[in-house]
């Protein structure tokens, strides 16, 4: 199974400042049409997860455009320009390239 | 308005058995690949198992091969999770999910234990 790990798994920030959170694939997440399956969800406490980013880069509809994933092959992040209070929860990392998808640990973040 | 609405969850012996149901709407659920995703207490969420549009595929996690069986009914727009010989480990809040985490349910607490 790919094995997905990220860092750090605990952040406290600053409301307003930016933030970054990186996650690494054990292989490559390129498929052979081409495409790289890494998304990213945020979990609120009590709540589903839901998902920001897919494919790397691309954002959900309604997620804010202090939201910005990149990345590629095996190494990804993601980032945001200013932090809300909204933002506090869990990002988890996905890779849905090859099966079974994976998520990483999670990096929990807090004000 | 994208729902999906998972039933069927509970408390079971260990050894028991389940059936999840996870009610589909407001969009084309025969033209989409399902999957059933579950989140331990505590933990991070684990993909389980997935089922291909018209049902002809189907991939499972190694840990629940043999036990679960993934299922869907086009024309009640309903995707299933039967769920065997079910051990502690397998507890967790089980969800309902259309693509790679495009939209997700609310889920269905699943606890197993003597």
């Known amino acids: 199974d790919v094995v997905m790990t990220q860092s750090p798994l605990s952040l406290p920030v600053t409301l307003g400042q930016p933030a970054s959170f990186s996650c690494r694939s054990s292989q490559s997440l390129v498929q052979s049409d081409g495409k790289t399956y890494l998304n990213w969800f945020q979990q609120r406490p009590g709540q589903s997860p839901r998902r920001l980013i897919y494919d790397v880069s691309n954002r959900e509809s309604g997620v804010p455009d202090r939201f910005r994933g990149g990345g590629s092959g095996t190494d990804f992040t993601l980032k945001i320009s200013r932090v809300e209070a909204e933002d506090v929860g869990v990002y988890y990392c996905l890779q849905g390239t090859h099966w079974p998808y994976t998520f990483g640990p999670g990096t929990k973040v807090d004000i | 308005e994208v729902q999906l609405v998972e039933s069927g969850g509970g408390l079971v012996q260990p050894g028991g058995s389940l059936r999840l149901s996870c009610a589909a709407s407001g969009f084309n659920f025969n033209t989409q690949w399902m999957h059933w995703v579950r989140q331990a207490p505590g933990k991070g969420p684990d993909w389980v198992a997935n089922?291909?549009?018209?049902?002809?595929?189907?991939n499972y996690v190694d840990s629940v091969k043999g036990r679960f069986t993934i299922s869907r009914d086009n024309a009640k727009n309903s995707l299933y999770l039967q769920m065997n010989s079910l051990r502690v480990e397998d507890t967790a809040v089980y969800y309902c999910?259309?693509?790679?985490?495009?939209?997700w349910g609310q889920g269905t607490l699943v606890i197993v234990s003597s």
């Open positions: 089922i291909k549009e018209d049902g002809s595929s189907k």
């Open positions: 999910v259309w693509g790679r985490g495009y939209r």
